[in-house]
């Protein structure tokens, strides 16, 4: 080799620039996308959820991971008792309305019920009334509606985002399509910035927490966590089909359908704390590690 002569780049030096270069567009694209985020979380933009704004119960867990560089929070659900209605859409039109899908048919009215907590007693009579006698639960309602009031004024604004909290008034049950007594369990979609800082959330949750349905999406342009838990946490169970109310009368097994799903919420909230403490301990032992 000449003196003047500049030394060959290795190969292997080669092959990671375009790995290298590539990892940090995903980055700066990260960090703007979270950018975004935080400024529709802070105002409720773009959230279609019944509530309209952010479950009060998640909000621990999104800010721990919110501040942390290495992730944003892009949806989440705490955990709700719902009544939702579908209707089945024909085998002809299964793939006409891709935005209908949990609902079905467009007819369908969705949901008739939320509420993201444990049942009062009292909502609980007032629901197996409205259920099994076939009345309206509007009057009855009235009082869930102004603990929604209650929840956002106690709640304010807490940490950038407007917390409501409460149950949506219940109308008198369709006539046609299916009803359905859900018990659904806290839930949360994650971005990460690398694909090591996914493995950690994924290791909180799935082997310390115990959601063991959670799982990161092959890094593309995003990298997703999901965190979920295993089946058998929540509830579905019809209560009208093809509009016929087959728990007319039946105040008993209904009211012991929502104890139940009272049960599994509990549970739920138990299984989301222990996962805030998991999260928290990752990344501390990573900023330990750092130092």
Not at 80 to 92: K, M, N
Not at 117 to 131: F, S
Request: glycine fraction near 10%; aromatic fraction near 4%; proline fraction near 5%.
């Amino acid at each position: 080799m000449g003196d003047n002569e500049t030394p060959a780049t290795p190969a292997w030096q080669e092959r990671r620039r375009p790995h290298a270069a590539k990892r940090q567009q995903c980055e700066k694209e990260f960090a703007a996308h979270k950018r975004q985020v935080m400024m529709n979380l802070s105002s409720n933009a773009c959230d279609h959820s019944p509530k309209g704004g952010v479950d009060r119960k998640c909000l621990p867990l999104m800010q721990l991971l919110n501040t942390d560089d290495d992730y944003v929070t892009t949806s989440s659900c705490s955990g709700r008792i719902a009544l939702f209605h579908s209707v089945a859409v024909p085998e002809d039109r299964a793939g006409a309305e891709p935005a209908a899908v949990k609902r079905g048919d467009k007819d369908a009215l969705g949901w008739l019920l939320v509420k993201h907590d444990t049942l009062t007693g009292r909502e609980i009579e007032l629901l197996v009334h409205a259920l099994c006698d076939g009345a309206e639960a509007g009057a009855g309602a009235a009082p869930a509606e102004a603990q929604d009031e209650e929840g956002r004024q106690q709640a304010g604004e807490l940490g950038g985002v407007w917390v409501r909290e409460g149950v949506l008034r219940p109308a008198a049950l369709p006539a046609f399509g299916m009803v359905a007594l859900k018990m659904e369990p806290f839930v949360m979609h994650v971005e990460c910035r690398t694909m090591e800082g996914a493995k950690r959330l994924l290791s909180a949750a799935a082997a310390d927490a115990g959601f063991r349905n959670s799982g990161v999406t092959p890094p593309g342009k995003k990298i997703m966590c999901g965190i979920r838990h295993a089946p058998g946490l929540g509830l579905d169970v019809p209560l009208v089909m093809d509009g016929v109310n087959y728990v007319t009368g039946q105040h008993a097994y209904v009211r012991r359908l929502l104890q139940v799903a009272n049960t599994k919420m509990q549970g739920n909230d138990v299984r989301l704390r222990r996962l805030e403490a998991a999260v928290a301990a990752r990344l501390a032992e990573r900023g330990e590690r750092e130092l």
